[in-house]
């Protein structure tokens, strides 16, 4: 099957963190053509903190669109000129306050493809030495620790709802057979 050709592009909103753009595409095998609005996100990573063998990191964190706080693993938006890694550390360090000595990466993945370009990098972060926490200006969160087959059981019960933190708990208890 040929993908099919980007005709056009156009801008439709441009935000603080995304932008929102229309593209046009022409199917290869005929003239018709059709509309996509696409948010364009840029890639982003997730973090989960290992304390010691059995504690992870998690975060209460205020979240605008739900006007609430949600249970969530570190994470952030890769800047211009940083690598998902980089983006990683200083996440790990902004929101935790600990960096971490080994950083792994266990996978990337596109959260939303149905509309958005935004690409997913998660790590794991062990052997954490408490260097100071230092949030941005607008971010608003918690830092506590909670058993890992705890962190397990509140996916599974629905006490955790964020997409990100349920797969990076369930991926690592999946690949590590930590549960």
């Known amino acids: 099957m040929k993908k099919p050709r980007l ?37 982003a990573v997730a973090i989960l903190p290992f304390l010691d063998h059995s504690r992870i990191i998690l975060l209460r964190q205020f979240r605008a669109p739900f006007n609430d706080y949600i249970m969530e693993v570190p994470a952030g938006v890769v800047n211009s000129g940083e690598t998902p890694e980089d983006t990683a550390r200083r996440e790990l360090i902004e929101e935790t306050g600990y960096s971490a000595r080994v950083l792994e990466k266990l996978g990337s993945y596109t959260p939303t493809p149905g509309y958005s370009s ?29 058993e890992f087959s705890e962190a397990y059981k509140m996916v599974v019960n629905g006490a955790i709802n964020d997409m990100k933190t349920a797969l990076i708990i369930l991926l690592y208890s999946t690949k590590f057979r930590a549960v």
């Open 118 to 146: 935004e690409v997913l990098h998660l790590y794991v972060a062990r052997e954490l030495e408490y260097k100071g926490i230092r949030p941005e200006k607008y971010e608003i969160l918690e830092p506590f620790s909670v």
């Open 7 to 43: 005709v056009r592009e156009e801008v439709l909103f441009k935000g603080l963190r995304f932008n929102v753009v229309r593209r046009t595409y022409s199917k290869s095998d005929t003239l018709e053509v059709f509309n996509r609005d696409v948010v364009v996100f840029p890639h």
